[in-house]
């Protein structure tokens, strides 16, 4: 897609589709399926250069799983704030969040497709 900037080339949650919003309004989206080894993705921010991406949206696909036993738990940091956030990848779960350093976010270890 033109005008898109694929930072990261990650393999997603069962699937895992993030959508980046930039300033001149285009779309970017990326589809990725984590292939259930214990793959998981390292905490980072996705748009920490200021290149327009404004917001991340994640729509889980994955029916039936159980975050204790099969894992890929999403942890958002929030900037200034001793908390975390845990969220579950739920089927027809919409998770929306800021996509600058206000958010830094990992995926624990995914085991099963």
């Known amino acids: ?23 001149k309004g285009n779309f970017c989206a990326m589809v990725a399926c984590y292939p259930g080894d214990g793959t998981g993705y390292v905490r980072h921010v996705d748009n920490p250069n ?21 894992g890929g738990l999403l942890q958002i940091y929030p900037e200034g704030k001793n908390v975390v956030a845990n969220i579950e990848p739920l089927f027809d779960r919409l ?18 497709m």
């Open 95 to 112: 998770l929306i969040f800021w996509s600058d350093r206000r958010n830094p976010h990992e995926v624990k270890p995914a085991f099963a």
């Open 50 to 70: 200021g290149d327009g991406r404004c917001i991340t949206c994640i729509y889980y696909l994955n029916k039936n799983w159980d975050v204790k036993n099969q």
């Open 1 to 23: 897609m033109a005008g898109c900037h694929h930072h990261h080339h990650h393999h997603g949650l069962s699937r895992r589709t993030e959508e980046r919003k930039r300033e």
